[in-house]
């Protein structure tokens, strides 16, 4: 018997038909002797319709405490879909108990919309789980301290699911999606993109970072920090496939680099068009000048990515980084009006007409002249490099954006990503 | 400086436009000087959205573990409209918070959809209130002693905005509905009905067990219990009405019997069509027959209303009570099988065209002859009069159910109530 975490997305969870279908395919594992904790996210364009009932009513400028009843009205979305859910497995003649995140309780910090869980007690869950029922434990949110309630963002229970698995020593977290794993690249840009059956933590962390959309990246640090098993599957799959060939699909995310996982030097080419360049030109080289424009940078909440500092040139240098594109007005303008004249600096520009490559594998670290293939092959297709930046286990280069299908399809093949290459 | 609860129906709350109103009206009397706890119920339409979802998923045969998940679902729609509701007086410039019923907490007995209030903690909404806040607490709902989330019934927002009123001490409450206070009869079936400008709650708790659904009979009950004083008043007028004027408009239920109340004799007369007659016809009239009847009824928790029992006659006789239309088929089932055998009754037979009306008022404590006002109205009319039951405050009657229109009109004008008259 093993300890088994399963998250549905809303999609998953859309209709009444759908829920009944997820409750199909819980009552199969639970029957085949598994204990069960499921955690689902709210019926799909539940939250968006409730936080578009805010957004009608929203004061002009948002205080933490509108924040807060934001929480309040969000978290109803799942409180509902997991008692739905409990409902559709008594159905099926499975017991079945749902729990609120305060009455787990899923314990979090105070930030209110995007909170971070600090402890999850495991003795209610534990005790139902005893009782040879299946607990339903609401994605998504948590409590505060103080008694509030609080959620954890968007894709929010993703990370729930996880936090709850690790807190619960689960054998394995399965995360039931509307793609059925993790891809060497969107098949959407490179048709023989090749679904990877395992991916180390590492490797999905840069992909999630980078774009990848399958998981919510934080879901993804806090199974590698508590070593969870966690498994990336289609809920579109029909419930009553075969247990033993469910429990082996889809991509499993590993902490272990064991014997069977694929040697491959780069695993994926991941690739984001949210970013946007930003540049301040003729700056006088002197110390400081990094801190002085990342500082009011960083003062003003506006997150960085990639920065650059050319080599001086008579004494004036240029600096690079890239920001999000929602901030990228605010950032031209904060640089404009507060940096610059401090600076002394000739100008600011900015382009949004950027996009982000990257190649992502724990084979780099052992393997010298990976990033060189990336640069040659990117050279051969008369594609320029504005930045560039390196860890252990990822390059990302920044391109013009015209270029980035291209970009992502000739690194495809020159690291035989496609499908039967290997 | 008083301390004042409002509650506001779906109706109230049906749109953003409406709970906007809401937080104009209640941004008012804070401003006006008042500590203000607002109690609103889920957004019209919703309880019924969720509710209709578990009917889909529901089991076969519903246990107390299917109870307990409705109350999950159910609980959420006042607790969206809570937070919707905060966030509207927030954008008034009015510091405002919410709070679900085991944040207060509200706690309750766990009787799964019905359950009763048991204790309310009133220190985190005093530390608001004394902080400048407006405290907007989610209706119809509470937590059990384990933690479980329960629901207080139908209208139970009522009964929840009286039990915080109750526990805060406050000096008013006031129940803003889709009526504009409680009539001496409905206006529907006699066009001149009065609106009352007080009644006292035992007139108010006969009328809300007769059938005028003005208010929740446990909140009437509550406020009686505790002293509250209640006011049932327009969520339709504008909210920018001189706040002097609407603190003074609609019915006010009182619980002192002070000079300014009307002294009428008979305040109102009540109906109600949700019952039916069933009769145990030729029973050997032995000691103990009413427990044999009644007692099997209970026991299949069927809730019975009138009563009568006739003079016996050649050793037998009959037996006549009421019982709710959705309890007809069961309780003369129940009759057939188990008690009629047992008793040696000679037949039972069933009336679902009747209807019970009833003339309520406190004057009729101390005037002989109200009664037999009633029955000579009746009588003048043409009615026949099939069953009779009588109180301090109140008298009724089950008559053929179409006579009823005729008998309340008769009624009304036989006994003063029409506008203008006095």
Redesign the interface.
């Known amino acids: 018997m093993s300890l088994i975490v399963h998250k549905y997305g809303g999609t998953s969870m859309g209709s ?1 038909e759908r ?2 279908s997820v ?1 199909k395919r819980v009552a199969k594992w639970a029957r085949a002797g598994h204990q069960m904790v499921v955690v689902p996210s709210a019926m799909s364009g539940e939250t968006n319709r ?1 936080l578009a ?2 957004k ?5 400028t948002p ?1 933490d ?2 924040y ?3 929480d ?2 969000a ?3 799942e ?2 879909s ?3 859910l ?3 497995l ?2 099926q ?1 499975v ?4 729990y ?1 995140g ?2 787990i309780p899923i314990r979090t910090d105070s930030a209110y919309t995007k909170a971070r869980i600090e402890s999850i007690d495991d003795a209610r869950v534990r005790a139902d789980l005893e009782a040879g029922k299946v607990v339903i434990v609401t994605g998504f949110q948590g409590q505060d301290a103080k ?3 609080t959620t954890l963002g968007r894709g929010g229970s993703d990370t729930s699911a996880v936090a709850v698995a690790a807190a619960m020593k689960a054998d394995e977290c399965l995360i039931y999606t509307d793609v059925d794993g993790v891809y060497t690249t969107d098949p959407r840009v490179v048709s023989d993109a090749r679904r990877l059956s395992t991916v180390s933590f590492e490797e999905m962390l840069e992909m999630a970072s980078l774009g990848s959309k399958v998981l919510q990246i934080r879901s993804v640090e806090f199974a590698g920090k508590y070593k969870v098993k966690l498994r990336v599957l289609s809920s579109f799959t029909p419930w009553d496939i075969d247990i033993v060939e469910e429990a082996r699909s889809g991509t499993l995310i590993t902490f272990e680099e064991d014997e069977n996982m694929e040697k491959a030097i780069v695993s994926g080419i991941a690739f984001n068009r949210d970013e946007t360049k930003v540049s301040v030109l003729g700056v006088p080289d002197k110390p400081g000048i990094a801190y002085q424009i990342l500082g009011a940078v960083a003062d003003a909440n506006i997150e960085v990515d990639m920065i650059i500092q050319n080599i001086s040139k008579d004494g004036k240098t240029d600096f690079s980084f890239t920001v999000n594109h929602s901030d990228h007005a605010r950032t031209i303008d904060l640089l404009k009006t507060q940096v610059v004249p401090k600076l002394g600096a000739q100008e600011v520009v900015g382009d949004t007409k950027i996009c982000k490559v990257s190649i992502v594998g724990i084979g780099m670290r052992s393997h010298v002249g990976v990033a060189s293939t990336m640069f040659r092959t990117l050279s051969e297709e008369g594609i320029n490099i504005q930045m560039i930046s390196t860890s252990e286990i990822k390059t990302s280069v920044v391109i013009d954006e015209k270029y980035m299908e291209l970009a992502v399809r000739a690194l495809h093949k020159a690291f035989g990503l496609e499908c039967d290459s290997k």
Do not use: H, K
């Open positions: 009444t829920i009944s409750a409730l009932l805010a009608e009513l929203a004061p002009a205080s405490s509108y807060r009843e934001l309040m009205l978290a109803t979305g409180q509902a997991s008692a739905l409990a409902i559709a008594q159905a003649g017991d079945s108990v749902s609120t305060w009455q008694g509030n309630i």
